[in-house]
Antibody
């Protein structure tokens, strides 16, 4: 059974860089037909796709965040990572990683349990 | 970006009720729509994909329909474990966007 687990600091200072890693277990991140994504949810609010990556390194970033986002993949560790620079309080959210189908099957399943990142000094 | 709207934003219902949630896309997305269920403090769970296909393991009381711009999620007989927030997501074009959610709570 495929499982995803987010890890990283729960508190980041304003203007600094948020860094998270998603570890995939129960399956290979290098399997074709799947992308791997980051999605966030501010407290009490809805879901926002940050971006996705293919095992080859091909990425898609949400234009609303593109200037601040980098998603990378480490196939040797079966992990992919998120970096978000110049964070503000508006970036406070639960950050989820999830598997996305490739081609036209662009829905997300399964998801990690999520990790709350708070931006505060 | 394709904007997604949902109605109602919340609904109060009783166990056994039939509940219908509507999702509308700002432009046509064929059948490229998914529905998720999210319980407090938990990650979203995929219920329906491609507008009407039931994800493996999801009870058959959940069903989806629609194409183009208008979609519905129906729970035929609400069960205690169904009280949650439901989100639609368009899977037609990047960036994939989600609706604002519909909270189903106990009447």
């Amino acid at each position: 059974q495929l499982q995803l687990q987010e890890s990283g600091p729960g508190l980041v200072k304003p203007s600094e860089t948020l860094s998270l890693t998603c570890t995939v277990s129960g399956g290979s991140i290098s399997r074709s037909s799947y992308y791997w994504g980051w999605i966030r949810q501010p407290p009490g609010k809805g879901l926002e796709l940050i971006g996705t990556i293919y095992y080859s390194g091909s990425t898609y970033y949400n234009p609303s965040l593109k200037s601040r986002v980098t998603i990378s993949v480490d196939t040797s560790k079966n992990q992919f990572s998120l970096k978000l620079t110049s964070v503000t309080a508006a970036d406070t959210a639960v950050y989820y990683c999830a598997r996305q189908g490739a081609g036209s099957y662009n829905w997300f399943d399964p998801w990690g349990q999520g990790t709350l990142v708070t931006v505060s000094s | 970006d394709i904007q997604m709207t949902q109605s109602p934003s919340s609904v109060s219902a009783s166990v056994g009720d039939r509940v219908t949630i509507t999702c509308r896309a700002s432009q046509g997305i064929s059948s490229w729509l998914a529905w998720y269920q999210q319980k407090p403090g938990k990650d979203p769970k995929l219920l329906i994909y491609a507008a009407s296909s039931l994800q493996s393991g999801v009870p058959s009381r959940f069903s989806g329909s629609g194409s183009g711009t208008d979609f519905t999620l129906t729970i035929s007989s609400l069960q205690p474990e169904d009280f949650a927030t439901y989100y639609c997501q368009q899977a037609n074009s990047f960036p994939f966007t989600f609706g604002p959610g519909t909270k189903v709570d106990i009447k």
